[in-house]
Nanobody
Framework: QVQLVESGGGLVQAGGSLRLSCAAS????MGWFRQAPGKECDIVAA????????YYADSVKGRFTISRDNAKNTVYLQMNSLKPEDTAVYYC????????????????????WGQGTQVTVSS
């Protein structure tokens, strides 16, 4: 069983930064997803258990960074140069994994989900 607790969302002006955190117990590959009103839940970034492999959606490459500190059981999403189109509810997700290098980019591959945290970027 993996329990996920997210924090760090909020309201920020365009061009600003936020850092999301996800406290995750257990050994798992992790992902961040987001869902804007009326839109699909899409992958933002993913990271392997070891942290050695990462994936980013094209829309956030160069602006967002996913990382993890396994000693603290925490995964982070550093979001810089935020745009109004980044406004969404952000979810962290986990899939327990024996592999240290596997990443997952489909929401259907993830078993555990956080409650979501709202990120609003004003123009």
């Amino acid at each position: 069983q993996v329990q996920l607790v997210e924090s760090g969302g909020g309201l920020v002006q365009a061009g600003g930064s936020l850092r999301l955190s996800c406290a995750a117990s257990g050994r798992a590959a992790m992902g961040w997803f987001r869902q804007a009103p009326g839109k699909e839940c899409d992958i933002v970034a993913a990271i392997s258990w070891s942290g050695g492999r990462t994936y980013y959606a094209d829309s956030v490459k160069g602006r967002f960074t996913i990382s993890r500190d396994n000693a603290k059981n925490t995964v982070y999403l550093q979001m810089n140069s935020l745009k109004p189109e980044d406004t969404a509810v952000y979810y962290c997700a986990a899939r327990t994994s024996i592999s240290t290098v596997t990443i997952h980019t489909s929401r259907y591959e993830y078993t555990y989900w956080g409650q979501g945290t709202q990120v609003t970027v004003s123009s």
